[in-house]
């Protein structure tokens, strides 16, 4: 059973940064590709960054130079460094894993980790 649990939520004031952390148990991480979504309530599921060894994604355009994902494939762990934060980015950040089978593609969710950006 593939496991996905995000940390490293919380308020941080508008300006500053955070950094999640994503913790893979049940699969060894370097078989997927990574991404990071974000929604807000009553919103869409938004991508804001990914670590693809495959595919071109194409996060939101208010995430790029912001928001970078990275990964630790020793530690199994996906990491999203979110800098210059923005009241609009508070949102539940969401992990994602994605890879593919030879019958077509398999993927996880996280639950997510929310993230509150105000003074």
């Known amino acids: 059973q593939v496991q996905l649990v995000e940390s490293g939520g919380g308020t941080v004031q508008p300006g500053g940064s955070l950094r999640l952390t994503c913790t893979v148990s049940?699969?060894?991480?370097?078989?997927?590709?990574v991404a990071w979504y974000r929604q807000g309530p009553g919103m869409q599921r938004d991508l804001v960054a990914f670590?693809?060894?495959?595919?071109?994604?194409d996060p939101i355009e208010s995430a790029k130079g912001r928001f970078y994902c990275s990964r630790d494939d020793a530690k199994n762990s996906v990491y999203l460094q979110m800098d210059d934060l923005r009241p609009e980015d508070a949102a539940l950040y969401i992990c994602?894993?994605?890879?593919?089978?030879?019958?077509?593609?398999?993927?996880?969710w996280g639950q997510g980790t929310r993230v509150t950006v105000s003074s």
């Open positions: 994602h894993l994605h890879t593919k089978v030879v019958n077509g593609s398999v993927e996880y």
């Open positions: 670590d693809s060894r495959g595919r071109t994604l």
């Open positions: 049940g699969s060894a991480l370097s078989s997927y590709d």
